[in-house]
């Protein structure tokens, strides 16, 4: 099992930056990649970016050139810097980990961006 948590969502006005961080335990071992994806109201769930366990990266054509994806090995946690927000990134972001085929899902943090 592998467990997800979630952190660094908020309200924030457009153009301004957040910081997700998604801590991951449990059995981590040969998680091959994880990502971020959000879900809107009355929209379904997309990806918005992932990183593989080599360091590839893959991202959402909505959030290129202002989001950017990173993990810390050490520290079992992966990261979505989001710069240049706009009110349609308005979502809950779920972090996301596969492994062996199997998805492992976070709770979810909400990101409201509104003047």
């Known amino acids: 099992q592998v467990q997800l948590v979630e952190s660094g969502g908020g309200l924030v006005q457009p153009g301004g930056s957040l910081r997700l961080s998604c801590a991951a335990s449990?059995?981590?071992?040969?998680?091959?990649?994880m990502g971020w994806y959000r879900q809107a109201p009355g929209k379904q769930r997309e990806l918005v970016a992932a990183?593989?366990?080599?360091?590839?990266?893959n991202y959402a054509d909505s959030v290129k050139g202002r989001f950017t994806i990173s993990r810390d090995n050490a520290k079992n946690t992966v990261y979505l810097q989001m710069n240049s927000l706009k009110p349609e990134d308005t979502a809950v972001y779920y972090c996301n980990a596969d492994k062996g085929g199997m998805d492992y899902w976070g709770k979810g943090t909400l990101v409201t961006v509104s003047s």
């Open positions: 990183i593989t366990s080599g360091g590839s990266t």
């Open positions: 449990g059995s981590i071992f040969s998680i091959n990649a």
